[in-house]
């Protein structure tokens, strides 16, 4: 009912109000900058037959405008494209390593370690890097070699070092 009743209100007088809309003046351009204002007087005044020409309408140029069409579609992606083409890959999985198993975590994909994984081999190759070579690590972990390197090169494990006074004078813990 509300639907019918705003419909009535909206079509009201449409037609009228329609025609008002139409027979209004249509709206004057933007003012023009006061130097180009002096020149175009200026202009006018010493070619009056341009007026004339500004003001013609050219109906060789109106039809030509009214035989222009414009289609337009949208582009196919690429992506869809790319998808239908080639078949997914199946991805190779590994079982996570060591006994810090996360229950969120199922299976890895190869050439990915898990952060509790990173962790590990850090502090693995820290301990014993004659054992946890880099190679090692990268034929344990199913990773590749210069990205082992990297990993090792760029990240340690948190340390606590703790150093003795070297001040006589210093308050001893207890």
Known sequence: MGAAVIRAIRNF?????????ISKMKPSPAPRYPSTKSLLREQTRSHPHIKGEIDRKDDKLLSLLKDVYVDSKDPVSSVQVKDAGIPQEAKEFRLPKGHHFDLNIENIPKGKISIVEALTLL???????DTWTAKKIA????LEQKDVNALLKYFVTFEVKVFPPEDKKAIQSE
């Open 123 to 129: 502090n693995n190759h820290k301990l014993y890097p």
């Open 139 to 142: 034929e344990e972990y199913h």
């Open 13 to 21: 007088n449409l037609e009228n109000r329609a025609e008002r809309e």
